[in-house]
């Protein structure tokens, strides 16, 4: 479960950008919160809202770039690489440092990350867990010594080789200790890795998957694999695609089918998605890269959103609602929002243009982002403004602009 994030010098954010999803024990007793295991009362979702070019985006970006960077830096880079990361761009200080700071709970116990690197080393690394003092102490952490050129490291109760992990990122400045552990199978680090892998993004450095695209084709089919693996989630994507979206669709079919590999002399296996249509009583398979951008969207969302529900994990999603109709809008979130189908209270942060959902969340959460003369991109959780009242009308403030992060038009 997460509970707070912060990201400083990131793309359009310069100075430090602070997401929290705690509410705080005054927040209602329904359905948009819950009350996690560590005591702390959190929220089911937060959603992103401004003008075009003012943030959203890049917000999305962080969390999904800090994700790949704690997994997969060690295996995913050589080690000459810089890292795959773009700091604020209109500065004269181009030594500055990139700063990431997470909260996060899993099987109860809270953590605290944080990271400092520039494009070539990381500066700064540290992992500590709270303990029944509400004090945290750490578990490992890592500094780059500018004065020796070396990397120190120190754990506590870790039960990890200092001396011999100390090596490995010796020769891999650009990758961080926590995917080096995972490298080398550390246990402690078992379960907070799993927690990380089981987020589900669709976002990654440059932006959400444009339709149309190579990539995009590319995850209907990975999409399609998943499902044909997953018989439970097929079924329920069925029943959501067909009884909830409105999408003019009997069935989903998925065939296994082969295809010509020129470099291969045997062709390979693909799993291709069908639309099935009744009409007058007869079935009719349509593939899935004929259906509406609307249809494949869903197809492909709910690839992400289901596995997240069943896990408990979290989704970070930017502009979620592209080519859906408004009013289709609520039965995605409401995946989240009940109890029925998020049973384990799975997070959700996306980005959005459908201000609809200011009539369906709180004022908790609700992200405001927005960018100054300077090109800096700067966030506020609409509580966080003075003098907003739960039981006014969000979105007619929103609107006539009392709460700003509206486009200048």
């Not at 994700?67 to 030594?95: C, Q």
């Not at 349509?286 to 259906?291: G, S």
Request: proline content about 4%.
């Amino acid at each position: 479960m997460l509970h707070e994030f912060s990201l400083r010098n990131f793309y359009s954010f310069a100075n430090e950008a602070m997401v929290s999803f705690c509410v705080g024990e005054h927040a209602p007793d329904n359905e948009l919160f819950f009350d996690a295991p560590s005591g702390l009362r959190l929220s089911k979702m937060l959603a992103a809202i401004g003008p075009n070019a003012s943030g959203k985006t890049n917000l999305m970006k962080g969390l999904s770039f800090l994700r790949w960077f704690m997994l997969h830096s060690f295996r995913g880079m050589e080690a000459k690489d810089n890292i795959p990361v773009d700091f604020f761009a209109f500065t004269a200080n181009k030594d500055s440092v990139l700063a990431f700071h997470l909260v996060f709970e899993v099987d109860g116990s809270v953590y605290r990350y944080e990271l400092e690197t520039t494009l070539a080393r990381v500066l700064r690394e540290v992992l500590e867990r709270k303990a029944e003092s509400n004090h945290f102490s750490y578990l490992f952490k890592r500094e780059w010594n500018e004065t020796t050129k070396t990397v120190d490291i120190h754990e506590q109760g870790f039960e990890f080789d200092v001396p011999a992990v100390k090596t490995l990122i010796e020769n891999r400045h650009n990758a961080t200790l926590f995917s080096t552990l995972r490298q080398i199978q550390n246990k402690p680090l078992q379960p907070l890795g799993d927690y990380f892998e089981a987020i589900q993004t669709n976002v990654d450095r440059w932006g959400r998957e444009t339709p149309n695209s190579v990539q995009h084709m590319a995850n209907i089919l990975i999409a399609a694999e998943f499902f044909h693996r997953h018989q439970a989630h097929r079924d329920y994507l069925v029943k959501l695609m067909t009884e909830k979206l409105d999408l003019g669709i009997h069935d989903i079919a998925i065939k296994e089918e082969k295809s010509k590999n020129p470099n291969k002399t045997e062709p390979d296996t693909v799993y291709m998605p069908y639309g099935i249509h009744r009409v007058e009583g007869k079935d009719y398979g349509l593939p899935l890269m004929m259906e509406s951008s609307g249809t494949q969207n869903s197809f492909i969302l709910l690839h992400k959103l289901l596995p997240v529900l069943q896990t408990g994990s979290l989704a970070v999603i930017d502009e979620f609602e592209v080519d859906l109709h408004t009013q289709m809008i609520p039965p995605v979130l409401d995946l989240f929002l009940s109890p029925q189908t998020n049973p384990k209270n799975a997070q959700l942060l996306f980005s959005t243009h459908a201000l609809e959902v200011f009539r369906k969340l709180d004022k908790t959460q609700i992200l405001l982002v927005e960018k100054d003369a300077n090109c800096r991109s700067h966030v506020c959780r609409l509580d966080e403004i003075k003098g907003v009242r739960r039981d006014v009308d969000l979105y007619a403030k929103y609107m006539s602009g009392a709460f700003g992060a509206v486009p200048n038009v």
